[in-house]
């Protein structure tokens, strides 16, 4: 009987804290925002997005997320490749053919 008495108490004590925890986050909800002076306000931040970009500009995004990243060479030939080639003087100590 103890046993019983002592689990129902612990479940009502849980009951109870998920109560007042459940009243207090909604109390919190309830409060306007804080507005500091000087922070970022919304409606302006939201409108300092740029222009969307072209569906071609996406899909090469999508199509080659690791040229994006500049991990792997990009398969589109829009972009010119400098080349230098830079001729070195032969070595002394080569074997003659």
């Known amino acids: 009987m103890q ?31 804080v507005e500091a002076a000087g922070a970022a306000r919304p409606e302006v931040v939201a409108n300092l997005t740029g222009a969307l970009p072209s569906p071609a500009a996406e899909a090469a995004v999508v199509d080659e997320p690791l040229a994006e990243l500049g991990v792997a060479p990009s398969k589109s030939a829009a972009e010119p490749v400098n080349v230098t080639v830079v001729e070195q003087p032969p070595n002394p100590g080569a074997p003659k053919p």
């Open 3 to 33: 046993r019983l008495r002592v689990a129902l108490t612990g479940l009502a004590a849980v009951v109870l804290l998920i109560g007042i925890a459940g009243a207090i986050f909604s109390a919190v909800d309830r409060d306007a925002p």
